[in-house]
């Protein structure tokens, strides 16, 4: 049974930082290619950032690059989400999410989710 549990979400001021983690487990790791999503109340689903089975190309959304880091751990199984210099338009439920070797934006190309973190930013 995979599960896939993020946490490190929280209440910050803009220009904090936060780090997610992500911590998988029922699957071989290695061969996943890791994505941060997020959802807004009253939005869709969008796409933040993914990484590679190897930890090697990453990919970011336009309005994170410069801002956020994804990496991973595969010795721990975990993937992290760092999240600097934080907008109130960063505030959102973010998810982190699991496929077959390839990293992809579309959410629907993704086969396991986690529950979902908290990040709310204040102005």
């Known amino acids: 049974q995979v599960q896939l549990v993020e946490s490190g979400g929280g209440l910050v001021q803009a220009g904090g930082s936060l780090r997610l983690s992500c911590a998988a487990s029922?699957?071989?790791?290695?061969?996943?290619?890791m994505g941060w999503f997020r959802q807004a109340p009253g939005k869709e689903r969008e796409f933040v950032a993914a990484?590679?089975?190897?930890?090697?190309?990453?990919d970011y959304a336009d309005s994170v690059k410069g801002r956020f880091t994804i990496s991973r751990d595969n010795a721990k199984n975990t993937v992290y989400l760092q999240v600097n210099s934080l907008k109130p338009e960063d505030t959102a439920v973010y998810y982190c999410a699991a496929r077959s070797w390839f990293v992809d934006r579309d959410y629907e190309e993704y086969s396991y989710w986690g529950q979902g973190t908290q990040v709310t930013v204040s102005s």
């Open positions: 029922g699957l071989t790791f290695s061969r996943y290619a």
């Open positions: 990484i590679s089975p190897s930890g090697g190309p990453t």
